[in-house]
T-cell receptor, first 115, second 113 residues
Framework: DARVTQTPRDKVTEMGQEVTMRCQPI?????VFWYRQTMMQGLELLAY????????DSGMPKDRFSAEMPDATLATLKIQPSEPRDSAVYFC?????????????FGQGTRLTVV | EDQVTQSPEALRLQEGESSSLNCSYT??????LFWYRQDPGKGPEFLFT???AGEEKEKERLKATLTKKESFLHITAPKPEDSATYLC??????????????FGRGTQLTVWP
């Protein structure tokens, strides 16, 4: 059963702490997306990668957010330092080949609460 | 400026009462339009992809259609288990952003018995 796996599922942290979220894309998928979902903004694209190379990270606050793909089976999203306004659900999604219109499959998300 | 707009924001239907959800987009050069279903506390679940005007896809009680500027998700004789938020996403033909999905805000559907 191929699926996108995200860890942790829930994270509560204090303001100023570093937060790392991890994503294991579906094996063979070469495109990985990071989205943030809030009630106010809906789903916002933070960054996406194709073949591990970042293609667009314009949706990320560069001073505190960073996204990487150390290898084809792992994508990470880090926030340092975290702030209460970062509280949201963060989703990772992967696609077989984003350039060819293939659908993206989402993980279950990481619910982040910064207090 | 929103490039993908969904309406209505919320819809309440009685079980068996058919209806349609709308997704409209403002930018030309559509490469694909995607429908997703999202249940509370879960990630969006893929439903359909549409590529060209006139195309239709069906799955159980759901049928998605596409015109040049909008898509409809028709729900026939809905059941309470169809209650969810339905999201529309589009992919445009734009150079370096090729592959990027633009999501609408979703329609929250509630079907009551």
């Amino acid at each position: 059963d191929a699926r996108v796996t995200q860890t942790p599922r829930d994270k509560v942290t204090e303001m100023g702490q570093e937060v790392t979220m991890r994503c294991q894309p579906i094996l063979g998928h070469n495109t990985v997306f990071w989205y943030r979902q809030t009630m106010m903004q809906g789903l916002e694209l933070l960054a996406y990668f194709r073949n591990r190379a970042p293609l667009d990270d314009s949706g990320m606050p560069k001073d505190r957010f960073s996204a990487e793909m150390p290898d084809a089976t792992l994508a990470t999203l880090k926030i340092q330092p975290s702030e209460p306004r970062d509280s949201a659900v963060y989703f990772c999604a992967s696609a077989a080949d984003g350039a060819l219109n293939t659908e993206a499959f989402f993980g279950q998300g990481t619910r982040l609460t910064v207090v | 400026e929103d490039q993908v707009t969904q309406s209505p924001e919320a819809l309440r239907l009685q079980e068996g009462e058919s209806s349609s959800l709308n997704c409209s987009y403002t930018v030309s050069g559509l490469r694909g339009l995607f429908w997703y279903r999202q249940d509370p506390g879960k990630g969006p679940e893929f439903l359909f992809t549409l590529y060209s005007a006139g195309e239709e896809k069906e799955k159980e009680r759901l049928k998605a259609t596409l015109t040049k500027k909008e898509s409809f998700l028709h729900i026939t004789a809905p059941k309470p288990e169809d209650s969810a938020t339905y999201l529309c996403a589009v992919q445009f033909d734009r150079g370096s952003t090729l592959g990027r999905l633009y999501f609408g805000r979703g329609t929250q559907l509630t079907v009551w018995p």
